[in-house]
């Protein structure tokens, strides 16, 4: 049924508000908390605010998952993904995702126009959440927390759903020749055809339209996308558009 309702929405979820952040229904409906923050919720990352874990925790304590064990990466722009099985630690450096079955854990990473990766495997109960900013999505490392559910739980691409979280929109996201050039060195013509467009002389790059082909090209079909823009949106952090002054929102993965 889940599957169906998927594909009836032609792949568009709307993530919902409640209070003062933005959740997955989808996900809700499977049994899991997708969550991402806005600025009220304040800035949650503790590698941009002195204050940040101190206020993720009150966040989870406002939510009811102050019982479970919190997670979050020191992120660097890297594919790397950790498996969460045994001997978990709060801290993990030089990380930008994870993979786990426990239930007794709450997935995070933080985000100022990078796009977050929510991953679920329905049959199997494997969850994963990856954060992807350009240098990660050029790296790959939403096929790498697909390849991982594979190679260590065993589970199959069409058990596999994917949301594609609030990041900065393809309208605004303006790069330079440089960072195409970049791309042309690892990808298709054809590939980057449909994920960057030229307008009024400016280059603009759509990460999430990236992300999106290329996890349908390694056979996911099951691909949720969200219309809503950290630039354009002021409940979200932006450095794009904020600068040194951008916090960070948090996105957040569990089991209910």
């Known amino acids: 049924m889940i599957l169906e309702k998927l594909i009836n929405k032609n792949g568009v979820a709307m993530f919902k508000k409640e209070k003062e952040y933005y959740f997955i229904p989808e996900f809700r409906e499977l049994g899991l908390n997708g969550i991402y923050t806005t600025k009220n919720c304040g800035s949650l990352s503790p590698y941009n605010n002195p204050k940040g874990l ?26 790397n993904i950790v498996i969460l099985n045994d001997k978990i630690k709060n801290e993990y450096l030089d990380v930008d995702g994870f993979v786990t079955q426990r239930k007794d854990l709450v997935l995070t990473t933080f985000y ?47 058990d596999i759903i994917i949301q594609l979280g609030i990041g900065i929109s393809g309208e605004v996201y303006e790069v330079g020749e440089d960072f195409l050039e970049k791309f ?59 600068k040194v002054e951008a916090g960070r929102s948090s996105a957040i993965l569990s089991f209910r």
Request: glycine share 4%.
């Open 112 to 158: 100022a126009d990078c796009l977050p990766i929510y991953a679920y495997d329905k049959k199997l109960q494997v969850m994963g959440l990856c954060h992807s900013g350009w240098l990660g999505t050029y790296e790959g490392i939403a096929t790498e927390l697909i390849y991982t559910m594979i190679k260590e739980y065993s589970s199959k691409v069409e």
């Open 184 to 242: 042309k060195s690892k990808y298709s013509k054809e590939f980057l055809e449909k994920s960057f467009l030229r307008k009024n002389q400016k280059l603009y790059f759509d990460n999430q339209k990236f992300n999106k082909i290329l996890l349908e090209q390694k056979g996911i079909k099951n691909i949720l996308t969200s219309d809503l823009c950290t630039y354009k949106n002021k409940e979200f952090h932006s450095y794009r558009r904020d």
């Open 54 to 79: 101190e206020e993720l925790k009150l966040f989870m304590k406002s939510i009811g998952l102050d019982h479970k064990k919190l997670v979050f990466p020191k992120q660097s722009h890297t594919k």
